[in-house]
């Protein structure tokens, strides 16, 4: 069993910045896929950021790439997804997840077996 613990959404003006954090806690793996996605009212879930922890590869949906950047702090097992230049239509609940024992960058969401329980980002005037 994994567990995520999200933290870091609220309220941001356009234009304005964000670091949301991932707590990971429990069994460790040696390989282990982590993602970030979001959800906007009415829509359906979405990927965002991915990251491999054994590899520390990277990928980002084109909407967020050169805005957004994921990272990963292994002494604290925490994977951060730092969010510059943020739009009215980055709005959503952000989501960490997990998927142990896989390699790479996934971006659909049936890829991932742990999800945390989601942090609002809201970005308004």
């Known amino acids: 069993q994994v567990q995520l613990v999200e933290s870091g959404g609220g309220l941001v003006q356009p234009g304005g910045s964000l670091r949301l954090s991932c707590a990971a806690s429990g069994r460790t793996f040696s390989n282990l896929a982590m993602g970030w996605f979001r959800q906007a009212p009415g829509k359906e879930r979405e990927f965002v950021a991915g990251l491999s922890w054994s590899r520390g590869s990277t990928g980002y949906a084109d909407s967020v790439k050169g805005r957004f950047t994921i990272s990963r702090d292994n002494a604290k097992n925490t994977v951060y997804l730092q969010m510059n230049s943020l739009k009215p239509e980055d709005t959503g609940i952000y989501y960490c997840?997990?998927?142990?024992?896989?390699?790479?960058?996934?971006?659909?969401?049936?890829?991932?077996?742990?999800w945390g329980q989601g942090t609002q980002v809201t970005v308004s005037t």
């Open positions: 997840a997990a998927a142990p024992l896989r390699v790479g960058v996934f971006t659909a969401p049936q890829a991932y077996d742990y």
